[in-house]
């Protein structure tokens, strides 16, 4: 049997406020669903680990660090994106402004980071979408996907648990294939 192989990868998940970042991240590490959530102050830190089956040597744990979208909030969020190993920028595919600030988030965490670190985009709330909502189509985001050059673009719904463990596993992915990891 081969070695187990640890890693420990950050990764910020970033967006607009009431996109829905803290429920997607409690609904990956945690599986609940809250209809409420008081807004997040500066960040909140979760850990979880990833198993991949491609991988099953590999002892692979995510800190998800979750940074308060409100514009006031900005100053508090660049030290926060030091030292991550990937982004989820995501938006709320009922309120097209979050979509358009996107660029501007990318901008945000590259000006610490630099480019080139994985990212995956990420359009929330395909359940309100579904019922009539949706602001913002399929293709805008894909085009958007293109223009960040992140590595997928997914329509999730944290509600309903739609495509949200596929975000996290995808994107530690791309980061061990950045990494040479594998």
């Not at 970042?21 to 990833?50: A, D, H, P, W």
């Not at 491609?54 to 692979?60: D, G, R, S, T």
């Not at 996290?168 to 980061?175: C, G, N, V, Y």
Request: a neutral charge; proline letters at 3%.
């Amino acid at each position: 049997m081969a070695a187990t192989k640890s890693f420990i990868y950050k990764i910020c998940v970033v967006g607009d406020g009431g996109v829905g970042k803290t429920s997607m991240v409690l609904r990956y590490c945690e599986n609940t669903f809250k209809e409420n959530y008081i807004m997040t102050i500066g960040s909140n830190f979760s850990t979880k680990q990833v198993d991949l089956d491609e991988y099953p040597n590999f002892l692979i744990k995510l800190q998800l660090w979750d940074l308060a979208g409100q514009k006031h909030f900005s100053f508090v969020r660049p030290p926060f994106y030091r030292g991550s190993s990937a982004t989820i920028y995501t938006f709320d595919l009922t309120r097209r402004s979050s979509f358009q600030n996107i660029l501007n988030w990318k901008s945000e965490v590259e000006k610490v980071i630099g480019d080139g670190k994985p990212s995956i985009l990420v359009g929330n709330k395909i359940d309100l979408a579904d019922q009539g909502q949706r602001e913002v189509g399929t293709g805008d985001g894909e085009a958007l996907k293109e223009e960040l050059n992140s590595i997928a673009y997914l329509e999730t719904s944290a509600k309903e648990n739609v495509y949200i463990e596929p975000i996290f596993k995808d994107l530690t992915r791309a980061i061990l294939e950045k990494t040479k990891k594998i």
